[in-house]
């Protein structure tokens, strides 16, 4: 439930939700570490507080720019398989266009088919976190219908007996293309169901409840201004979160890779007259 809360709104109201709920969490603790623990007894630890929560912040530092750096790069990989994808698809159809009738009319129409569905149904099903490459449920049931697409062309470039070596040299190109393609739809379905395994988002919620507890420890004469601090670190290692959060599944939510690769594939078939 919390995953499709964090994917299925808006970023404002998502960052909200995050940064405010950080933030009163450090005041939470702040009252309580104000009720239960005598300023005075507080005053009289703050340089060793203080040393403390510089080596704790800097241990969990180190570790959310570890992950921000890890998710970044799967969200890059993630638009690079995409485009590669598109490419080849696109690829598919104009190698086709050298061979005769009717294989360069299936080729062209079953890519063509391939890249309304992929941008109509699969990157949907997509942004919804569904599955498309188990066996089983809609998102699997959704992705058949992509593989089909491919497998039609491969039957029919099965049953094609090239007549000259031309023929023969564009056959071997066109099947290469197809062989990459399988590849890259399979990368794709693989890499829109990667993310950070639910142990890790325990080690980072857990370090940031750590984090944001020590500098409740600091004994200071103004309660207002002790606040203000503790709002502040935990707005900040909030924000780090959601950034993380945002990049993690890179198929899914308001910050996620569009299908524009295989829309601007679509459209230079359409303009070269392959409708």
């Known amino acids: 439930m919390i995953p499709d809360y964090l994917y299925n709104h808006s970023n404002w109201l998502v960052g909200l939700t995050v940064v405010g709920s950080f933030t009163g969490f450090g005041l939470v603790m702040l009252l309580l570490a104000h009720a239960l623990l005598p300023k005075s007894w507080r005053h009289q630890h703050n340089e060793f507080v203080g040393f403390m929560v510089a080596v704790v912040s800097v241990v969990y530092a180190v570790l959310l720019a570890f992950l921000a750096i890890a998710v970044w790069e799967s969200f890059g990989k993630a638009g690079e398989i995409a485009a590669r994808e598109a490419s080849l698809a696109g690829d598919l159809a104009h190698d086709s266009m050298a061979m005769p ?41 959704l992705a058949d219908v992509g593989w089909t697409r491919l497998f039609i062309i491969h039957q029919a470039l099965a049953g094609f007996k090239a007549a ?60 207002l201004m002790h606040g203000l601090m503790t709002a502040t670190v935990a707005a900040i290692i909030a924000l780090v979160v959601l950034l993380i959060v945002a990049f993690d599944y890179p198929y899914r939510g308001k910050v996620q890779i569009p299908p524009d690769a295989f829309m601007h594939v679509r459209q230079v078939l359409v303009r070269a007259g392959t409708r």
């Open 101 to 141: 009738e009717p294989l360069r009319g299936v080729v062209v129409a079953e890519v063509k088919g391939y890249l309304d569905w992929v941008i109509g149904e699969e990157w949907p099903a997509m942004g919804r976190g569904e599955a498309l490459s188990g066996e089983d449920g809609p998102g699997a049931a």
């Open 164 to 223: 000259d070596s031309v023929q023969t040299a564009m056959f071997s190109e066109v099947l290469a293309r197809l062989n990459s393609l399988y590849d890259a739809r399979r990368d794709r379905l693989l890499q829109s169901e990667e993310h950070l395994q639910p142990v890790v988002w325990g080690v980072v919620l857990f370090g940031a409840a750590i984090t944001i507890a020590f500098t409740t420890l600091f004994g200071m004469d103004s309660l």
